[in-house]
């Protein structure tokens, strides 16, 4: 039988950061997509990248880059789902019943962890009774959105559907002075169904379809300083009049759409409970924009790229009511096909498919002595065979065949241990090692960057009291990381993006929440984390002159991150909720190189505020 929404619980999380968000959290001017998570996790910021449909995550000092190079650094999961690339994970949050994250490297649990950790997203599921629901949104620019979901039995206590989707859409706001329009359009289309089957008590099988259209116009992007695209007789390109007023002479377009199946097979056997999640998904995007970011009618870049991927994770585990010896292992598997197209139009484009299989088992343990103290062990093997072929165009010497090929390994240890002075009080300390595969940069023949490997130390409080109205948790971290891995982009080509390897870095900070119910309906919580990300040792050779950025901080770092919110439930169904999400400053560049225009975002904040009608 199915029943309800509870959260299936992290595994072994005593010797982790976790948080959890309720599923209430997760609706229309709060949080409607993965771009919207900023700040609910301390230390955690979602930022966006060419487009608006590819977040990109920055956590404990760790961060992504723009141009879909390498691998994630946060790990994430859809009702057990993993999603471990850079481009299809801009999934909108509808109909769900909650999102986890565990942070620090999570390898020794999970298949697709990144060395930041793993985000868990689970939605409602059907139960015997048919639900239904719906949630209508107006905004500025003309927004509006449309949810709608329900879900029951088919065949009592044997066979469940849940069905549910999205429809929403707004104008643009950004104003292209050269066409008088406001070009940066989003129209959004995403649907879900899922069918579960329990045919026997100890069985449990589901298949799961979801798929997503995404509509957009124009990338919103600002110009701040005079721009030199190309040698004389082109003129440089002058600077935009601000962020909200630019001068294009094409609006452009971005067109994504992915398709995902997954089979999810699980058997309790008492002592040991076995799952399988074998995964399907294609995405692919068609991207036109001015990539001479004027009115000038110069360049116009284009970009085709589609992922084709197969995956399995499989695990065993102890039962949940295990108490002295909680147990986990699991092998997964991910064939990643990445297919791109992309060039100037008019132009002779760079074609190249990059394919990627990663194998991995790992498995953690935790004993309990005394009923106190957990001891806990784990380790993670990882192989990645990386390859890419095709033909490009390098800006310095035209069309130029690739063909490449690498293995990348690596063995993670975990250890831990952590002391409960009371069931509802313990500390934790932790090690662990985070990897990030090598791989290859396209536009030069054998030019690989290699792995990223980083040792993680974190101490931790967690305590709860008057029956979990009132919760703390606290942690330090330390992240010490041997060939971090750093985008750089092409002073010939914008449209080039290349990894490259720092030698050394070192990110450290502190984090704290809190949670409190001090009356039957008023709920309060704060989040708040510190980093500071510098590179201790990196010869950046990028521009030609090598240049020493030892002490230069981590760019996309941001200093802090805080959330305070609050919600009152009134009378009639009503509620009222404010927010109050900081980001603090942050590099937008760490080359070191004097650029037109400012390199440093200064620490801003947002306010949300609500009131609405909810029923059941």
């Not at 289309?189 to 124009?218: Q, V, Y």
Request: hydrophobic share 35%; with cysteine; charged share 20%.
């Amino acid at each position: 039988t199915v029943e309800g929404v509870s959260l299936a619980p992290i595994p072994q999380a005593d010797s982790s950061a976790t948080t959890m968000i309720s599923g209430d959290e997760v609706r229309p001017g709060e949080i409607t997509s993965v771009r919207n998570l900023t700040a609910q996790t301390p230390n955690l910021t979602v930022f966006g990248a060419n487009d608006d449909r590819t977040p990109k995550f920055s956590i404990r000092g760790l961060r992504e880059n723009s141009f879909g190079v390498g691998e994630p650094v946060l790990g994430m999961y859809v009702d057990d789902v993993p999603y471990f690339d850079l481009n299809s994970r801009d999934i909108p949050l509808y109909d769900v019943a909650g999102i986890q994250f565990a942070r620090g490297e999570q390898g020794t649990l999970y298949g697709a962890s990144g060395m930041g950790g793993v985000m868990s997203i689970t939605t409602r599921q059907p139960g015997n009774d048919w639900h239904g629901s719906g949630t209508l949104s107006f905004g500025d620019d003309n927004a509006e959105s449309y949810q709608i979901g329900a879900g029951g039995a088919l065949i009592k206590d044997q066979l469940y559907l849940n069905l549910s989707g999205l429809y929403g859409f707004r104008d643009g706001y950004v104003h292209n002075l050269f066409l008088n329009d406001h070009p940066d359009t989003q129209d959004t289309l995403s649907g879900r169904a899922e069918l579960i089957w329990t045919p026997a008590e100890p069985w449990k099988i589901a298949f799961t379809a979801t798929g997503e259209r995404f509509h957009d116009g124009f990338v919103p992007t600002y110009r701040p300083g005079t721009f030199t695209f190309a040698a004389p007789p082109v003129p440089p390109v002058p600077p935009d009049p601000s962020p909200f007023a630019v001068n294009r002479n094409v609006d452009g377009f971005v067109n994504t759409a992915d398709d995902n199946q997954a089979l999810k097979i699980s058997y309790d056997a008492g002592p040991a409970i076995f799952s399988s999640v074998a995964t399907h998904r294609d995405w692919k995007q068609n991207l036109l924009q001015d990539f001479d970011f004027s009115a000038l009618p110069i360049a116009q870049g284009f970009s085709q790229p589609r992922i084709e991927q197969w995956g399995e994770e499989f695990r065993v585990k102890s039962p949940d009511s295990a108490d002295t010896f909680k147990w986990l292992a699991g092998f997964y598997f991910l064939d990643n096909d990445l297919r791109a197209n992309s060039g100037y139009v008019g132009g002779t484009p760079s074609v190249t498919d990059s394919d990627g299989q990663t194998y991995a088992g790992f498995g953690q343990g935790t004993y309990t002595l005394f009923e106190k103290l957990d001891l806990t062990a784990g380790l993670r093997a990882t192989f990645d065979d990386r390859s890419i072929h095709g033909s490009v165009v390098n800006p310095l010497g035209g069309p130029a065949p690739v063909n490449s090929s690498a293995d990348f390994s690596a063995v993670q240890p975990k250890f831990a241990v952590a002391w409960h002075f009371t069931p509802q009080t313990e500390i934790y300390a932790s090690v662990a090692q985070g990897y990030q595969s090598g791989g290859f940069n396209s536009f030069i023949n054998n030019n690989a960057y290699q792995p990223a490997r980083s040792w993680q130390y974190e101490l931790g409080l967690k305590n709860s009291c008057d029956d979990n109205k009132y919760t703390t948790q606290a942690a330090l971290f330390y992240t010490d990381t041997r060939g971090c891995q750093v985008i750089r982009v092409s002073p010939f080509d914008p449209l080039i993006a290349s990894l490259l390897n720092a030698h050394r870095a070192v990110s450290y900070g502190a984090e704290l929440e809190l949670t409190a119910k001090p009356v039957e309906d008023l709920e309060l919580s704060a989040a708040a984390g510190y980093t500071c990300a510098t590179y201790k040792n990196f010869l950046d050779t990028s521009s030609g002159a090598p240049v020493q950025l030892a002490g230069q901080p981590v760019s996309f770092v941001p200093e802090f991150t805080a959330d305070l919110s609050a919600t009152y439930h009134l009378p009639w169904h009503t509620y009222v909720r404010g927010d109050v999400i900081g980001v603090g400053r942050y590099h937008l560049d760490d080359t070191g190189a004097p650029l037109a225009g400012p390199t440093v975002q200064d620490s801003y904040e947002l306010v949300n505020l609500q009131v609405g009608f909810e029923t059941k």
